[in-house]
């Protein structure tokens, strides 16, 4: 405690007790322990929100080209995606794109990839592209029904993934 020494109240204490200080430490203590991993959640959200983007944009590419030439395999190279989160976006498997994450992102993303499957709705695999390419001319063109059907699978706990990703669906 501190006396004031002159004045109207002098000879009063002022101040916080050690016991005060120690209670509004506790519940400061109290508030960061559920807030930092609150916090930590959010940040990978964002970081996984971003790769999801990144996707996006390739996945209307591929959305494009099937619409236009009836082709129902990934043909189309990806554009470069610049982020510090992100270390690269990809195709594989001719049917798949995929987000990987860096090692500057949160670290239950590290290392880890948010890939995006495409179901056609009348799959030719990469092999059977050149009967494919053969039969383009003759083939009508893609029906507003014959829509690719995205699917979403990660390695992610399901905390960090957006709602598309938890019910598996475009």
């Given at each position: ?88 976006v ?20 590290r ?35 014959d ?24």
């Amino acid at each position: 405690m501190i006396f004031r020494k002159c004045g109207k109240h002098a000879g009063k204490a002022y101040g916080f007790s050690v016991l005060e200080l120690v209670i509004v430490l506790t519940i400061l203590g109290v508030f960061a322990a559920v807030a930092i991993p609150v916090y930590q959640i959010y940040v990978a959200r964002a970081q996984v929100n971003e790769a999801l983007t990144a996707l996006a944009v390739l996945r209307r590419q591929v959305d494009q080209n099937y619409a236009e030439t009836s082709r129902d395999y990934i043909d189309i190279q990806p554009e470069a995606f610049n982020s510090r989160f992100i270390k690269g976006v990809r195709i594989q498997n001719g049917n798949s794109i995929a987000a990987e994450f860096s090692d500057e992102a949160a670290e239950p993303l590290r290392r880890k990839s948010l890939v995006f499957v495409a179901e056609y709705p009348n799959k030719v695999t990469p092999q059977a592209a050149a009967f494919s390419l053969m039969a383009a001319a003759e083939e009508p063109p893609v029906s507003p029904q014959d829509k690719i059907r995205w699917t979403c699978e990660s390695e992610l706990d399901d905390v960090y993934l957006p709602s598309v990703c938890k019910s598996g669906q475009r």
